[in-house]
């Protein structure tokens, strides 16, 4: 993979000084015969209108360094942190998360999938990556020797699948044993944790490098069943020392747990949302100052204006009831912005919040842009982020959608370019 490259240019009031393409979304092959760097100087000049010629992501490279610093003055010295970049980093894009977060204090990489974890080794990370989701097939196994990367175990079965094909491999892996507390999704039953880690420490090549779990209810403010958990987990380990069984390194919180309390946080944590700067729960707020990472932005691309009595859009859900200047803007919900946010998503323009209306399409949205008589083709609309004194968060509009910050944040496609940005 490549490098990411800073390129100044102009820019309105409104908007950074400064950004670096992320070279894997802009899809440029280390294949081809121009190096990736002469292709991206040659680009210098009309990069920030290719790139932002009608929506794309904002990822703020000085949010996510913050971040990271104050999650660490949370631990102690022994306690690592473990990035979790999973799902192109939470819609943020993995390899520019993945090195910023490295460089300012992570030392550990999440990822879901064996591909998510083979695109950062092909990248040139060379961290420490767990993988999180359970893992089984020979060819599976075979590319996780290969690119050194460290599955979790979570049966008998799965911990013999890969002592089978390891030894014909004469190769080693590290590994960490998953334990479920209360989850109830991956993970041997906490009672049975010793057999389970006897099994796998009899198998010559698996190393364990950790025993964890997961936390299902981190973020209530209720603790109960988080410290029901927390006793099972202790429990499981108490059970394991009596056994004389050598425990190199434990983890159970999640970005919850790692705000609430430091009991929780063990030899390592294993923070996702809270890297990117959102809260798991709106009573951790006080927690620490952390930052949004990302944002979204679009342009104008049409300014009419429509009269009394005109519908918009598929389906006329919205009728206009006095003449109203209407802008369209080139996003819809291909590129994430869900369709049952219609005639509920607000925006921010120049500082000023205003309506979108009618059923947001596939690749563009409306809104009643009345406020602002001077509004001109090209304009930036701020959907996600700071405006002025506007912000608009992810949580705004899980708020409204009834669902979690996590959703919206994954949910931002491809086909919209990630520009970084630094103060």
């Known amino acids: 993979m490549l490098d990411d490259v800073n390129i100044p240019v102009s820019s309105s009031p409104h908007e950074r000084d400064t950004l670096a393409l992320n070279p894997d979304r802009l ?55 473990m990035a979790v970049v999973k799902a192109d980093a939470y819609g943020h ?75 014909s491999l004469s190769q080693s892996v590290s590994v960490h044993v998953k334990l479920d507390t209360g989850m109830s999704r991956l993970g041997m039953p ?59 390194r434990l983890h159970l919180a999640n970005s919850a ?17 809270g890297i990117y700067g959102l809260y798991p729960a709106p009573h951790l707020h006080s927690a620490i100052d952390l930052q949004p990472v990302l944002q979204v932005k679009a342009r104008v691309t049409q300014v009419k204006i429509i009269a009394a009595g005109t519908g918009v859009s598929y389906g006329h859900q919205f009728i206009a ?28 323009i120049r500082g000023q919040m205003i309506p979108q209306v009618g059923a947001i399409t596939m690749d563009q949205l409306m809104l009643d842009a009345s406020a602002i008589p001077d509004l001109q083709v090209g304009e930036v609309v701020t959907l996600l982020g700071q405006d002025g004194n506007n912000f608009i968060g992810a949580d705004d509009w899980a708020a409204t959608l009834g669902t979690i910050s996590w959703e919206i944040l994954c949910s931002f496609k491809h086909r919209l370019p990630r520009v970084a940005v630094s103060e």
């Open 27 to 81: 899809l440029i092959s280390s294949r081809k015969s121009i190096s990736a760097k002469e292709h991206l100087l040659q680009l210098r000049d009309s990069a920030w209108d290719t790139l932002r010629d009608r929506a794309w992501v904002e990822i703020d490279l000085a949010a996510l360094a913050h971040n990271v610093r104050l999650l660490k003055r949370l631990l102690s010295a022994k306690t690592q942190l």
């Open 93 to 167: 894009g993995a390899l520019t998360v993945a090195q910023t977060v490295l460089q300012h204090g992570a030392s550990w990489l999440g990822v879901a999938t064996i591909g998510e974890g083979i695109e950062l080794r092909k990248a040139g990370i060379d961290a420490p990556i767990l993988i999180l989701g359970a893992i089984h097939s020979p060819e599976q196994i075979k590319a996780i020797a290969h690119f050194s990367l460290q599955p979790t175990l979570v049966s008998p079965q799965q911990a013999l699948a890969f002592e089978d094909t390891l030894s």
């Open 190 to 248: 906490w009672q049975q944790g010793v057999e389970f880690v006897r099994l796998v420490e009899g198998c010559p090549h698996l190393q364990i490098a950790s025993i964890y779990s997961h936390l299902a209810t981190a973020d209530d403010p209720d603790p109960t069943v988080m410290r029901r958990q927390q006793g099972r987990f202790e429990a499981a380990i108490a059970n394991l020392r009596r056994a004389g069984i050598a425990i190199p």
């Open 257 to 273: 747990a790692a705000l609430t309390d430091p009991s929780l946080h063990y030899d390592m944590v294993r923070v996702g949302l």
């Open 321 to 348: 009831d006095r003449e109203m200047r209407l802008a369209v803007v080139g996003i819809g919900y291909a590129d994430g912005v869900p369709r049952n946010l219609s005639n509920q998503l607000k925006v921010s």
